[in-house]
């Protein structure tokens, strides 16, 4: 019984010092952005994001996640 109580007192440890999920606004804390040839993909952590001025461009018929590339706009 000590045991379970050991590894539920560790995984209770483990939740309150876990960092927060980022949100929408975090991007720009995480990573480097990326140019225009390079690749970019908003669906992994982290994102690999267009710098300003540039648009993520996916080929027609991409599947769902897969990798874009940036553009200028």
Request: charged fraction near 15%.
């Amino acid at each position: 019984m000590k045991f379970l109580a050991g590894i539920l007192l560790f995984a209770a440890a483990s939740l309150a010092t876990a960092a927060p999920a980022p949100g929408d606004h975090d991007y720009d804390h995480y990573g480097q952005c990326q140019w225009a040839g390079e690749r970019c993909n908003y669906s992994i952590y982290p994102a690999l994001e267009c710098c300003p001025h540039h648009t993520c461009y996916y080929p027609p018929g991409s599947p769902p996640g897969a990798d874009g590339y940036c553009c200028e706009d």
